[in-house]
């Protein structure tokens, strides 16, 4: 079975950090791009980051660009975001998901296949 487990979420002060992990299970993450997504209430979905399968080539939103870091790490089937500097505006619902992930004119864009149900961060003082 296809599934993708998403952890790492919780509770942090502004300005803290988290590390947010995606691990897949039935299938293997090497030849998939991996991005995750945030969902906050009220809001529609946005792409956060994605990392490609070819040449590793990493994609951010503007608005979490020079605080969230995306990893991957093959052999642990596993991609990482790191996320510094945190800030209120980042509460929400991180989703991570399997498909591609691509350069456009409006800076890039996805398709996804496979998703994970999600972790909640909160960053509140």
């Known amino acids: 079975q296809l599934q993708l487990v998403e952890s790492g979420g919780g509770l942090v002060q502004p300005g803290g950090s988290l590390r947010l992990s995606c691990a897949a299970s039935?299938?293997?993450?090497?030849?998939?791009?991996i991005g995750w997504f945030r969902q906050a209430p009220g809001k529609e979905r946005e792409g956060v980051s994605c990392?490609?399968?070819?040449?590793?080539?990493?994609y951010y939103a503007d608005s979490v660009k020079g605080r969230f870091t995306i990893s991957r790490d093959n052999a642990k089937n596993t991609v990482y975001l790191q996320m510094n500097s945190l800030k209120p505006e980042d509460t929400a619902v991180y989703y991570c998901?399997?498909?591609?992930?691509?350069?456009?004119?409006?800076?890039w864009g996805y398709g996804m296949d496979y998703w994970g149900k999600g972790t909640l961060v909160t960053v509140s003082s």
């Open positions: 039935g299938f293997t993450l090497d030849y998939h791009a």
């Open positions: 998901a399997a498909g591609a992930c691509m350069t456009t004119i409006q800076g």
């Open positions: 990392i490609s399968s070819s040449d590793g080539s990493t």
